[in-house]
C-alpha cells in the first residue's frame, strides 16, 4: 500500500473532545493491516538508527511504538497517565490546547545517556511531546527525536520543541 493512501485512511471527528476541536482519528487506518505496516515502515526508514529507546506516549503512541520497536529490535517504554505506574521516575504537568494532562514515566526503564525518540500518533500544540521530551531529559536521556504520523501545523507543535527534530509523515 501507498503511504499516501494509508494516510487517507485517518478521519476527522468535529467537536471531540469538545466544541471547536477537529479530532483526527487514526482507528481506520490501525484497522487496516496494509495501512497500519505502511506506516509503521515509514516511522521505521525515518528513524535515527542509533535510538536504543522508543518512548511510547499514551495511548496511541503505544500501537505505534510497540509495532514499530517489535520491526527494528528495539526496546520501548511508556509515557503513561498518572495513577497507571507502581513506580514514576518523573511526573509533569502540560497544557494542552483544550485543558490540563498529567504523564508520568515509569522509574527504571530509560538509563541516563540513552537514545531515544518519542513516538506518538499527532503533534498538535505540541505540549504532549514536550512533555515526555521534558520527562525523558529529567532522567538523563537524550531524545533524538518526535516521530508522529500526523502534524497539525496550524496549531505550531514543533514550537514547543525547537531543540529536537520532528518527523511527521504527512503534515496539514
Known amino acids: 500500500m501507498r503511504l499516501a493512501d494509508a494516510l487517507d485512511l485517518i478521519g476527522e ?13 487514526l482507528t481506520p487506518l490501525f484497522g487496516t493491516a496494509a495501512a497500519f505496516a505502511t506506516v509503521v515502515d ?8 542509533e535510538v536504543e529507546v522508543l518512548a511510547a506516549v499514551e495511548s496511541r503512541g503505544f500501537l505505534l ?29 502540560y497544557q494542552l490546547e483544550y485543558g490540563t494532562e498529567t504523564l508520568e514515566l515509569p522509574a527504571g526503564t530509560v538509563r541516563p545517556g540513552a537514545r531515544v525518540a518519542v513516538i506518538d500518533d499527532v ?3 505540541g505540549g504532549t511531546a514536550a512533555a515526555a521530551c521534558a520527562l525523558l531529559d529529567r532522567v ?25 527534530p520532528v518527523h511527521a509523515l504527512r503534515t496539514s
Open 13 to 25: 471527528v468535529p467537536d471531540f473532545p469538545e466544541p471547536g476541536v477537529l479530532f483526527r482519528d
Open 42 to 49: 515509514a516511522l521505521g526508514a525515518r528513524l535515527d538508527p
Open 65 to 93: 511504538a510497540a509495532a514499530l520497536g517489535y520491526a527494528r529490535g528495539i526496546g520501548v517504554t511508556l509515557v503513561r497517565k498518572p495513577g497507571k505506574l507502581p513506580s514514576v521516575a518523573s511526573r509533569i504537568d
Open 123 to 125: 503533534l498538535a500544540t
Open 140 to 164: 538523563g536521556a537524550a531524545v533524538t527525536e518526535v516521530a508522529v504520523v500526523l502534524e497539525l501545523a496550524e496549531l505550531g507543535g514543533r514550537k514547543q520543541l525547537p531543540d529536537v
